[in-house]
């Protein structure tokens, strides 16, 4: 078996594609933006993918086709109907169409969560979401961050795939906690370079559900990489609303490299956030090194 140099870790909402599907957006993506950056060029068995989105697809069962028919009834108190807001909140600042939350919704009344996919409905970053697939990719994070069976699976399929070869992680949205967990949960490895890209890492509700404990770098001084020899570099747009906190230095440390990119009416895709020079910097920073 081949070991990858560069691992990648999709993000919420693919539920219904697998490795291939990704890999067939990743790779002449993150290419792109390696030759961009003046990197090495990368082989198609050089990058690999650590899928898990299977782990959140509902069982298949006669009638029945696709997520479940999510309405706002099913956002549920507490953590799903927090990050509601968030995104509410976040999106109403970016966007003018955006209606922004008044001060009773923002006090978590029952309608809160009807007003805020309502009004979300309206923004550019989600407009393309149906409103059952923006409550299941609510669902999906708060289950990673509170499922430990799942959560267990999810960075497994991660870790499986990083050898001694492996020199670069590179994780989108949900992906980027999915692969900051992994790494963190891995003695011995080689990892040079963590790449984030349009990460929720920095939300406090995200953060201080963390494992390990928030704030750690992905790197022991008792792995081969020493601590100070990972670089871990953040890239987030303005406009993308899951980064709701685009620097994690406050959170992780002085070291953390944020970087702000500009991906269009795109603001959160990976394939952008791929194709970007600073990101492709940051692969072939990992990769170049010794």
Not at 158 to 167: C, E, F, M, N
Request: net charge negative.
């Amino acid at each position: 078996m081949t070991v990858a140099l560069v691992v990648g870790v999709h993000g919420i909402g693919k539920q219904l594609l697998g490795e291939g599907s990704l890999l067939k957006d990743w790779y002449p993506a993150l290419r792109d933006g390696v030759r961009r950056a003046g990197g090495p060029e990368l082989a198609p068995e050089e990058l690999a993918m650590g899928f898990y989105g299977d782990l959140f697809r509902p069982p298949g069962h006669l009638l029945a086709v696709g997520d479940p028919r999510y309405t706002a009834a099913d956002v549920e108190p507490g953590f799903e109907e927090e990050l509601l807001l968030a995104w509410w909140q976040a999106a109403a600042e970016l966007d003018e169409r955006v209606v922004p939350p008044g001060a009773d919704t923002l006090a978590r009344t029952p309608r809160s969560a009807q007003a805020a996919l309502r009004a979300l409905s309206a923004s550019r970053f989600f407009s393309d979401l149906a409103l059952r697939s923006l409550v299941f990719d609510l669902k999906q994070v708060r289950r990673y961050l509170t499922d430990d069976q799942l959560r267990q699976a999810a960075r497994d399929r991660v870790t499986s795939l990083i050898g001694d070869d492996t020199r670069v992680l590179v994780g989108h949205s949900l992906g980027s906690v999915v692969a900051y967990e992994a790494l963190c949960a891995l003695p011995g490895h080689r990892v040079r370079a963590l790449v984030t890209l349009g990460s929720p890492l920095g939300i406090p509700m995200v953060l201080e559900r963390l494992q390990p404990e928030p704030g750690r770098w992905p790197a022991a001084t008792t792995t081969p990489v020493a601590a100070d020899d990972l670089v871990w570099t953040n890239l987030a747009d303005r406009g993308d609303v899951v980064a709701l906190v685009k620097d994690l230095r406050p959170a992780f440390g002085a070291r953390v490299r944020s970087v702000l990119v500009d991906n269009g009416p795109h603001a959160h895709d990976a394939t952008c956030y791929l194709t970007d020079r600073s990101t492709g910097a940051a692969i072939s920073g990992g990769l170049g090194a010794s």
